[in-house]
């Protein structure tokens, strides 16, 4: 069975600072792009950071320079260090892995930026 479970989300103040995780199981992880997605109320879904298999990456405008997106091939997760977070960061955050035709998703965890 494919899984993939982000963890790590909550609640902090502007400023403050959160590190998403996912954890995968059953894919071939190494060959997999991976993503982080975002969506807040009332808004589209948006891309926010992507991992090649290879390590490249790429960053959503607005993220690049507070957000990174590691991957650990050897256990088979990824994750989103934020920080100096914006309420407009208030989202639930989606982990997805791509692979030619097959696509997967996590259940997404909430991030609430407030004071």
């Known amino acids: 069975q494919v899984q993939l479970v982000e963890s790590g989300g909550g609640s902090v103040q502007p400023g403050g600072a959160l590190r998403l995780a996912c954890a995968t199981s059953?894919?071939?992880?190494?060959?997999?792009?991976m993503n982080w997605f975002r969506q807040a109320p009332g808004k589209q879904r948006e891309l926010v950071a992507t991992?090649?298999?290879?390590?490249?990456?790429h960053y959503l405008d607005d993220v690049r320079g507070r957000f990174t997106i590691p991957r650990d091939n050897n256990e088979k997760t990824m994750s989103l260090p934020m920080n100096a977070l914006r309420p407009s960061d208030t989202a639930i955050y989606y982990c997805?892995?791509?692979?030619?035709?097959?696509?997967?998703w996590g259940q997404g965890t909430q991030v609430t930026v407030s004071s």
């Open positions: 997805n892995a791509i692979l030619e035709d097959r696509q997967h």
């Open positions: 059953g894919i071939t992880f190494r060959f997999y792009k």
């Open positions: 991992i090649t298999a290879d390590g490249k990456t």
